[in-house]
């Protein structure tokens, strides 16, 4: 059973930073995929960032590589989301998602993920 759950989402200024927190309700994420969308008001919801479950591997959408860093913990049971040089543009509510390892299709295609978070908030402003 994967069940994300977000939190750390805030109003900041343009420039600062934040991390948000995902936890598998206290249980390991194991091999999953786990991945990060955003989506602002009146846009799809976008891939921003994921880790691989087996490997380190993280990747990254382009709008966001350089500023933001995927990362988990040595027992698999937190995955985080560190945001650095926050811009106006990066507002939006950010979802934890997870998928199984061996899930075909593109690692960055919302349609992939089967467990979704309830989202968090993140605001920065100008």
């Known amino acids: 059973q994967v069940q994300p759950a977000e939190s750390g989402g805030g109003l900041v200024q343009a420039g600062a930073s934040l991390r948000l927190s995902c936890t598998n309700s206290g249980r390991t994420f194991g091999t999953h995929i786990v991945g990060w969308f955003r989506q602002a008001p009146g846009k799809e919801r976008e891939f921003v960032g994921a880790?691989?479950?087996?490997?380190?591997?993280?990747y990254y959408a382009d709008s966001v590589k350089g500023r933001f860093t995927v990362s988990r913990d040595n027992a698999k049971t937190m995955v985080y989301l560190q945001m650095n040089s926050l811009k106006p543009e990066d507002t939006a509510i950010y979802y934890c998602?997870?998928?199984?390892?061996?899930?075909?299709?593109?690692?960055?295609?919302?349609?992939?993920?089967?467990?979704w978070g309830q989202g968090t908030q993140v605001t920065v402003s100008s």
């Open positions: 880790i691989q479950g087996l490997t380190t591997s993280t």
């Open positions: 998602t997870a998928r199984p390892p061996f899930s075909r299709g593109s690692i960055r295609n919302r349609n992939e993920y089967p467990y």
